[in-house]
């Protein structure tokens, strides 16, 4: 099936450090979202872009929905170690057939205090 | 308060026993779905279901059966579980077939195949 490539797989900051990461396809999606799941819970939606080039924040963190509808990034700001966890991100196809939301592998992120 | 609840949250059996996962949603969601999460492979979707009595499969349904009977509940069935089946297996809804809102995930199920 389609595949979302997100980058990168894990990373290690200090706390108080901005972080990056991002979502490549070969499709073009038409709703981008980004989850975070927390250690032994299931994922939690931070924020859903619907337009090419739309930027949108939720405190700390602002995410971008690529102007050729292939990508989109999130960034998150003076990271705390709350932050810690795995984000997803996930793209919304036009086919009906495939139920829809294709998730990327996830980024995993370390703070340390 | 509005949520997915699935049961059991832990569950370790063995090979070839028949075991059913629940998932209910309060939230009159029409689109319900399941996923797996293994490590370095991110979410995988086994089945989906549009509305009542409408699923289909998603990327990785071999091994696994569901039903959609009633609106609220999406149960998923594992008629003869295999050691592969070993997983994490997260329900997720939404209010409508285009999830253009997002799911609403459950806590997650881990499942263990000995």
């Known amino acids: 099936g389609q595949q979302l490539n997100q980058s990168p797989q894990s990373m290690f900051i200090q706390e108080g450090e901005d972080v990056s990461m991002n979502c490549t396809s070969s499709s073009i999606f038409n709703t981008w979202l980004w989850y975070k799941q927390d250690p032994g819970e299931g994922p939690v939606l931070l924020i859903a872009?619907?337009?090419?080039?739309e930027l949108t924040s939720n405190g700390r963190l602002t995410a971008q929905f690529g102007i050729t509808r292939k990508d989109s990034f999130l960034n998150i700001s003076a990271s705390i170690p709350s932050d810690v966890g795995i984000y997803f991100c996930a793209g919304r196809t036009l086919r009906r057939s495939q139920g829809n939301l294709i998730f990327g592998k996830g980024t995993k992120l370390s703070v340390k205090p | 308060e509005a949520q997915v609840t699935q049961n059991p949250r832990y569950l370790i059996t063995v090979t070839g026993k028949k075991l059913t996962v629940t998932c209910s949603q309060n939230m009159n969601h029409e689109y319900m779905s399941w996923y797996r999460q293994d490590p370095g492979l991110g979410l995988r979707q086994i089945y989906y279901?549009?509305?009542?009595?409408?699923?289909d499969k998603g990327d990785v349904p071999e091994g696994y059966k569901v039903s959609r009977k009633e609106k609220r509940n999406f149960p998923l069935i594992l008629e003869s579980p295999s050691p592969n089946q070993t997983s994490l297996y997260f329900c997720?809804?939404?209010?409508?077939?285009?999830?253009?809102?997002?799911?609403?995930f459950g806590s997650g199920t881990r499942l263990t195949v000995v």
């Open positions: 997720a809804s939404s209010f409508a077939w285009d999830v253009s809102s997002g799911y609403t």
């Open positions: 279901s549009m509305n009542v009595e409408v699923t």
């Open positions: 872009l619907y337009k090419a080039g």
